[in-house]
């Protein structure tokens, strides 16, 4: 699942081998991903990628006066490909084909068709409704007093942290190493937490980004691979100890994810009830 780390990386990498290189010809083999129609994608040929950038969890590659605006939803990919793909490739969402012969590929990964795309006049990407609904960047983490009105909200730190409204560029993987690196409970509620604990916060935020980003930038090459290698400590790491303390990490499951968490530091050695086990048992 591509967060702010996984975004930025490729955006520097896809930035770095095809900056400058010339759109031959654009189309989407996804029926659905276009979620804009004027202008129309057939107006990218001939325009050069000039700028490959990110916010939040978007994608926003810069052609001139057009941009592309991606985003991956939880199974995408954006790659730069050396050879075509082939027209019976399933996986293919949205194929820029470069002049020089590569291909900058959107792919999507099982039966769902959710990543989507839309071209913009570059003059209305941050009035698009995808983009201005957007927080604060997560990454590099906004300031004491712009997070702490970011979260001043009546809800659970998990799904609040989540909402790309609230601060955008942290998901389901991120959240937990982010709440127990500021040794949070994903259950505090965002209005509750004092000074000190929305500085411990946004100390985790930039500090598990940011190093995040600077591992990426260490062990991925020109190829950004389909999964990458995240530097997690508790997220889908239920079971084992904590590497802090040595406590064993608990999980919570809900429907579409897993939340992670230390209950010796996070919850005050409390162990919450996982609700998939408690239905199991009724
Ligand atoms: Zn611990």
Redesign the pocket.
């Given at each position: 699942m591509p967060e702010l780390p996984e975004v930025e990386i490729a955006a520097r990498r896809i930035a770095r081998a095809s900056a400058g290189a010339r759109v031959e010809s654009a189309l989407a083999p996804g029926m659905v991903t276009m979620k804009s129609f004027d202008p129309p994608l057939d107006a990218l040929a001939g325009a050069v990628l000039e700028q490959v950038g990110r916010r939040g969890k978007l994608f926003v590659l810069g052609f001139g006066e057009l941009a592309l605006v991606v985003h991956l939803m939880s199974a995408g990919r954006l790659q730069l490909w050396d050879k075509r793909a082939s027209l019976r490739d399933r996986a293919s969402r949205l194929l820029l084909r470069l002049e020089d012969g590569r291909e900058l590929r959107l792919r999507e990964f099982g039966t769902q068709q959710r990543a989507w795309a839309k071209l913009l006049p570059a003059v209305g990407v941050e009035e698009d409704e995808a983009v201005a609904a957007l927080g604060p960047e997560a990454w590099p983490a906004p300031g004491a007093a712009e997070l702490a009105a970011a979260i001043d909200q009546p809800r659970h730190l998990h799904p609040l942290l989540r909402d790309q409204r609230t601060i955008a560029g942290i998901g389901r993987s991120w959240v937990d190493e982010v709440l127990w690196t500021a040794r949070l409970s994903p259950f505090r509620k965002g209005s509750e937490l004092n000074s000190q604990e929305v500085e411990r916060l946004r100390q985790a935020i930039d500090s598990r980004l940011g190093g995040a980003l600077e591992h990426y930038e260490q062990v991925i090459g020109d190829t950004v691979p389909d999964k990458l290698p995240m530097p997690l400590e508790v997220h889908r790491r239920s079971g084992e100890p904590?590497p802090?303390?040595g406590?064993r990490i608990e999980a919570i499951h809900f429907k579409d994810y897993v939340l992670c968490y230390?209950p010796?530091?996070q919850t005050g050695g409390r162990v919450l009830k996982d609700r998939r086990l408690s239905r199991l048992l009724k």
């Open positions: 904590c802090r303390c406590t230390c010796e530091e």
